[in-house]
T-cell receptor, first 113, second 110 residues
Framework: DAGVIQSPRHEVTEMGQEVTLRCKPI?????LFWYRQTMMRGLELLIY????????DSGMPEDRFSAKMPNASFSTLKIQPSEPRDSAVYFC???????????FGAGTRLSVL | TQLLEQSPQFLSIQEGENLTVYCNSS?????LQWYRQEPGEGPVLLVT?????EVKKLKRLTFQFGDARKDSSLHITAAQPGDTGLYLC??????????FGAGTTVTVRA
């Protein structure tokens, strides 16, 4: 089991640029989550997919953020245009049965200059 | 404002000592999870507690869920340097949404 795989691990970009973060969940897991972690706000849920369908995107901060899950093995989180306040660590997590604990990826550390 | 308050925020102890981390809320949760996060990595699930009053043991770690399912504690016996990390509690708000505490940073000195 390779675990949840995220890429890139680090991303440095300039304000205004488009950023795309990628996630491959654990095979067989039907729930996928995108979280953001900052010192100020801790871990926050951005969006939740179940069976590739977005169920709850109430945590997506602005229209600049969008997420897709075209199939069971791949998801993207896009920020366009990026701003310095988007700097954070973004985690993808997956779960086979919701409520029983999630498997997190190693995260993408995003720095927007 | 965090729905779950963790205390203490930081804890530094000597190898071999015991420690307890607390997670408190005024809300009732259907279940509560504990995670440990090491620098540069994602949180790793340690345990899920579901029943009020439940106690679970994982080697030297003991987890307790409060009777009213509003609070939880994590106790580590004879801490080792490998126990160093950020400990996060997370309460289930519904069947998929978790509310995370701010975390307790534990440092175990050799």
């Amino acid at each position: 089991d390779a675990g949840v795989i995220q890429s890139p691990r680090h991303e440095v970009t300039e304000m205004g640029q488009e950023v795309t973060l990628r996630c491959k969940p654990i095979s067989g897991h039907n729930s996928l989550f995108w979280y953001r972690q900052t010192m100020m706000r801790g871990l926050e849920l951005l969006i939740y997919f179940n069976n590739n369908v977005p169920i709850d995107d109430s945590g997506m901060p602005e229209d600049r953020f969008s997420a897709k899950m075209p199939n069971a093995s791949f998801s993207t989180l896009k920020i366009q245009p990026s701003e310095p306040r988007d700097s954070a660590v973004y985690f993808c997590a997956s779960s086979q049965i919701t409520g029983t604990g999630y498997s997190f990826g190693a995260g993408t550390r995003l720095s927007v200059l | 404002t965090q729905l779950l308050e963790q205390s203490p925020q930081f804890l530094s102890i000597q190898e071999g000592e015991n420690l307890t981390v607390y997670c408190n809320s005024s809300s009732v949760f259907s279940s509560l999870q504990w995670y440990r996060q090491e620098p540069g990595e994602g949180p790793v699930l340690l345990v899920t507690v579901v029943t009020g009053g439940e106690v679970k043991k994982l080697k030297r770690l003991t987890f307790q869920f409060g009777d009213a399912r509003k609070d939880s504690s994590l106790h580590i016996t004879a801490a080792q340097p490998g126990d160093t990390g950020l400990y996060l509690c997370a309460g289930a708000l519904n069947d998929y949404k978790l509310s995370f505490g701010a975390g307790t940073t534990v440092t175990v000195r050799a």
